[in-house]
């Protein structure tokens, strides 16, 4: 009864459509507030296989938005790969699996990028979604990035989050989507980094893990990303390039910002790869 379980995906976008989706191997970066629910709605569309990587663990603060993620995972300080696998095999017992305990610059990243067909980057901060531009770049693989934001104070406070999809055409960098001050700070060593905020100040996006963060407005920016993954994948439509959701303004917004030409990662790095 194979079939039956996707006859109402199959309804959509047709049986070759949920043939596409099984094909594809995806990679997620992240399973965290983002990611997690990215883990969750992949099994229900009937994704079979999966690289994911993370490096971080369940905390009591983060028991607010990860999805799958139980009161116990906290005491035992259960890795975020862990809670992912468990959601997707609870879901989905015969899709594969391949967890890895990693930052996005260890060395061990690249064979999952390499070894995806569609790359997805679910990550608080900027430097890593510079090195996984260049990563997937490498490898012309689509990326699409997921990122959540708030800003702003009292009633002038704003949260969303936008989708952007790299494909070799734009990317973070050329759509000039990347905080070259945090990058620079990010990657500076702790003697550096300290000096520099010595003289400069710490800018208030340069700490990390302090914003408003709620389950529904990654879960809105999430499955944007997997609706426009669907419709890549099965052919319904091409994705957008960059969706912006705004949950104050109670709009999503599709931008026609268009990248800088002679993108060094877009025309160098990923256009060498293709030869
Ligand atoms: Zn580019």
Known sequence: MANERYSRNEALFGAEGQRRIAATKVAAIGLGGLGSHLAQQFAYL??????????DVVTVSSMNRLVGAVDADVTAATKK?????????AIKPDATVAALDAKVGAPEVEAVIAGADVVFGCLDRDLPRLQLT???????????????DTGGEGEEIWYGGRVVFCDGWRCLVCLDLLDQQEIARDSMSPEQREAHDRIYGIERGALAGTGPMVVSVNGA???????????????????AAQLTYRGDLQAIRRSVDEPEPGCYFCTGIWGSALG
Request: with cysteine; glycine share 6%.
């Open 134 to 148: 260049e990563l997937c770049a490498r490898y012309a693989k689509p990326f699409f990035d997921l990122a959540s």
């Open 81 to 89: 790969i862990v809670v992912a696998e468990r959601t997707i095999k």
């Open 221 to 239: 920016v999430a499955s944007i990303a997997v609706t426009e993954f669907m419709a890549y994948v099965t052919g319904l439509r091409e994705p």
């Open 46 to 55: 009937g994704v079979c296989d999966y690289g994911i990587v993370d490096f």
